[in-house]
């Protein structure tokens, strides 16, 4: 976000007409402002503020229906068609555990929220939209065909704001908890020692957290047993064994404010431009390949033996997108998705940072 005088709520709206086919994400950094001042600027206009109630918006999603959840960050774009059911509420984590829109949703990172209509033709599409407190985009639901729009509209009734002003309330950049800059004083030791005794990857964050790294840095320095580097041109090779071969995987994409998860098989890999598109009939995803900056295959034990991801990371260090295998609680890994992610074209490792 850049220092210039941000424009008013006309101009934006004005901005907005003249530029109908650019992203609102686009349009948004054209204007050095966020998104979330984008869509307030709309306001009384086809938008209505809504109350970032996680928790109540999970339970009353269930009555919409079919959606597509959208959950994006600046280098992927995940997005499912399904049902928002098997509903975890929570105040620090929530959780949407369906068989085709899967998340892990942090509540106190979601702060502002609309619900948006725009006219396409003769159509109307409606959506959710949800930011950080820094105006960037978390997570969004857009209406289908076979959506409720009677339970839509009463969901959006119950969490309309009082606050219908054409403007947000930025509070700047917000610094990811995830990248630690500079040195570490880790010890080598201490973090193979620790690595080695883990049982579950979820147990992953907790050590980092221990240990003041960064997950790039842990990986930097573990050594080639558990972590090692591979060719960039690994992940779309990846894609197309997976989908040649009909393999399922998880497909994780996230941000601060939540996480978003495919499981299943892919089978329509298309790129265009930079970007490499996974065109299935119910998931779509979208990877800018060239802000791709170091690829890593990663060992960690679980006490059902070790599992392997693939871990993607932007210029600076934060993870774009990461890969497993399918497989349950309790389940060993897949032995086809071992045996690709060990046979990835591999890399010398840099030295640890």
Known sequence: MDQRVKP?????????TENPKTRE??????????????????????????????????????????????TRNESAVHEKIGVYDKVVTGNHNAMVLGENIDLR??????????????????????????FDAAGEAVHKVHLRPASSLYAYQ????????????????????????????????????????RWSRLTDVHQFFGMLK?????????????GQDYAWLLDNDAVRAMFHHAAEGEMPIMCFVGNRGCIQIHSGPIKSIKPMGPWINVLDETFHLHLRTDHIHEVWAVR????????????????????????FGKRHEGESERDDWRFLAENLPRIPSPTAA
Not at 105 to 130: N, T
């Open 210 to 222: 221990t240990l003041k790294l960064s997950r790039r840095q842990a990986v930097r320095m573990v």
């Open 300 to 323: 960690k034990p679980t006490k059902d033996g070790h599992v392997t991801s693939l871990e993607i990371y932007d210029v600076d260090g934060k993870m774009i997108i990461q890969f």
């Open 105 to 130: 949703i942090f509540p106190k990172i979601w702060a502002h929220g609309f619900a948006v209509e725009k006219r396409d033709g003769d159509d109307i599409r409606r959506s959710l939209q949800f």
């Open 25 to 70: 994400r686009d349009l948004a950094a054209q204007l050095g402002i966020s998104e979330a001042e984008l869509v307030a600027a709309h306001c009384g206009d086809g938008v209505v503020r809504i109350e970032p109630r996680v928790n109540d918006l999970l339970t009353g999603l269930e009555a919409v229906g079919e959606v597509m959840a959208l």
């Open 8 to 16: 008013a709520p006309h101009e934006i709206r004005r901005a907005r």
């Open 154 to 193: 009463k969901l959006v009734a119950a969490l309309e704001s009082s606050n219908q002003e054409p403007t947000a309330d930025i509070s700047g950049h917000i610094p990811d908890d995830e990248v630690h800059g500079g040195e570490t004083t880790a010890n080598l030791d201490d973090l193979r020692d």
